[in-house]
Structures are given as C-alpha cells and as structure tokens.
C-alpha cells in the first residue's frame, strides 16, 4: 500500500472538557447516528464500523472526557493517535470488533482467529476486490486483538461502484470465521460522501 500523508483532526475543532460537557448532549446523538449508518454486522461475533472525520472527531471527544485530559500536549497527542482512523480520498478506514459473550471462550476463539489479517476484503460489483491491510501492531502468534484498525485502499472504478450505488459486500473467509455481508444502501451512501469530504480536504 501506498504511503499516506498523514490528515490530523484540527485542534480547533477540539472541545475544551468544560464546553464539551455543557455540548455533549447535542453532540453524542448526532455522532451515534453516524456510527450507526457506517457499521456493518459480519457474522454473528464481529462489526465492521467505517470511520470518517466525525466518528473520529467523537472518538477524541471521549477519551478526553473519560481521562480528564486537558493540557495542550496531551490533547494533541490524542489527535495524533486517533487520527490515525481517518480515511482518506482512495480508501476506507475501518475499526473491526469481535465480541464473544463467555470470557473463556474468548481468549479460545481470538486464538484460533491467528491469520485473520489475511483474510478479509471488499467486494465490488464490476470492480474487483480490495484487501484489507490491518495495523501490525494489534497482532501476534498468540492471538489476535478483539479491536482491529483496517484499511481498504481504492481503485478510481471501486470508488465509483460506491458512489453508483453498486453491490458492495464485505468479507471474511478464515477457516474458523467465513461470513460475508452486503452493505446497505444508506452505508454506501455514507461512504460515498465520506470519501467526497476527504478528497476536498486534499
């Protein structure tokens, strides 16, 4: 994959933890809802959930106000970090979960999940496949991260299948997890406007 710059979340579009609290419950709602139209259910243990500059933007908000951040220096080093999820104009940016209900049974399942990086894509309708590339650093022999950072870098005809309105579906075929899901038009449709926002941000 391609080097990417870098695109940061501005600082001032950071709420200081005093106008974030009095702002929340406007904010929260309208951030969940976007969650919402970017989240696709793959098989019966994990989400696929699409980032895009206001799911990100949320994302900073909350850990803020979970840890009580507020110097300068800590606050942008939450922005570096999570900027990191934000997509850019040829690709998708991707937080993947597993959720397992019994805890033993967790750690057993993430193990025989080992190789999973290997094994999920996108599928376009008339546009091929694009892979997708996952941070290497959630990963190791043992088992892997119930969270995953992904990407799925873009051709210039993928980006159009998105933007038509065209047959997308995401999947997984790992020998112990093999599942494949359609993203909804209303997914699609947020994803095409993402990607439009992230091409005018240069």
């Known amino acids: 994959m391609k080097n990417r710059r870098k695109n940061l979340i501005p600082r001032a579009a950071i709420l200081d933890l005093g106008d ?40 900073i908000q909350e850990m803020l106000r979970a840890e009580r951040i507020a110097r300068d220096v ?8 999570y900027s990191d999820l934000l997509p850019s104009s040829d ?4 937080t993947v979960m597993f959720e397992f209900g019994d805890p033993d049974a967790r750690a057993v399942h993430l193990h025989d999940l080992v190789g999973f990086e290997d094994h999920l894509r996108i599928d ?15 990963l190791d022999d043992e088992r892997i991260s119930a969270v995953q950072f992904v990407r799925f870098p873009l051709t ?15 999947a997984a075929d790992h020998p112990k997890y093999r599942h494949a899901a359609d993203l909804t038009p209303q997914t699609s449709a947020a994803l095409a406007a993402d990607l ?4 005018a941000d240069g």
């Open 156 to 170: 210039d005809a993928q980006r159009r299948a998105i933007e038509r309105g065209g047959r997308v579906r995401i």
């Open 74 to 81: 800590e606050v942008q080093h939450e922005i570096e970090t």
């Open 20 to 59: 974030y609290e009095r702002k929340r419950d406007e904010i929260r709602p309208r951030a969940i809802a976007a969650r919402a139209a970017r989240r696709i259910e793959l098989g019966p243990n994990a989400t696929i959930a699409f980032e895009n500059r206001e799911t990100v933007t949320y994302q």
């Open 124 to 138: 376009f309708e008339g546009a091929g496949s694009s892979k997708a590339y996952f941070d290497r650093r959630q």
């Open 91 to 94: 690709e998708l940016s991707a």
């Open 196 to 199: 439009a926002e992230a091409e």
